[in-house]
Nanobody, 122 residues
Framework: QVQLVESGGGLVQAGGSLRLSCAASGRTLNTNTMGWFRQAPGKEREFVAAQSWSGSRTTYADSLKDRFTISRDNAKNTVYLQMNSLQPEDTAVYYC???????????????WGQGTQVTVSS
C-alpha cells in the first residue's frame, strides 16, 4: 500500500500562487509516477500534471503547462505542484495520485490522496 497526503491548499486571490505538496509513504517503490488531478464543483476530475520519480518523463494538461509546474524531492518522497497566476476557474480540490506511467488517465493511477482544497477569489 501507498499512502498519499496532500497539503498546501488554501484561499488565494486571483493572480497569486500556491505550492501543493504530496507526501508519499509505504511501498512507494511499487510505483514510479506521481500525478496531480483536480475536481471543481459540479465537474469531473481532470488531469493536471504527472512526473516519473526519475524525472525523465513529465506531462501536463495543455491548458495548464504555462502556469503549473510539477517537481519532486525523491529523498523526501514528496511531489510538488507549483501553481502561478491562479484564476477563479482553478478553484477545485486537488488530488495527488501514484501510478506506473505518467498518464493523463485516472484509471492508470492506483493510489490516491484525500485531496486539498484550493480556492481562488476574484
Amino acid at each position: 500500500q501507498v499512502q498519499l497526503v496532500e497539503s498546501g491548499g488554501g484561499l488565494v486571490q486571483a493572480g497569486g500562487s500556491l505550492r501543493l505538496s504530496c507526501a508519499a509513504s509505504g511501498r512507494t517503490l511499487n510505483t514510479n509516477t506521481m500525478g496531480w488531478f483536480r475536481q471543481a464543483p459540479g465537474k469531473e476530475r481532470e488531469f493536471v500534471a504527472a512526473q516519473s520519480w526519475s524525472g525523465s518523463r513529465t506531462t501536463y494538461a495543455d491548458s495548464l503547462k504555462d502556469r503549473f509546474t510539477i517537481s519532486r524531492d525523491n529523498a523526501k518522497n514528496t511531489v510538488y505542484l507549483q501553481m502561478n497566476s491562479l484564476q477563479p476557474e482553478d478553484t477545485a480540490v486537488y488530488y495527488c495520485a501514484a501510478g506506473f506511467l505518467p498518464s493523463t488517465r485516472m484509471d492508470e493511477y492506483v493510489y490516491w490522496g484525500q485531496g486539498t482544497q484550493v480556492t481562488v477569489s476574484s
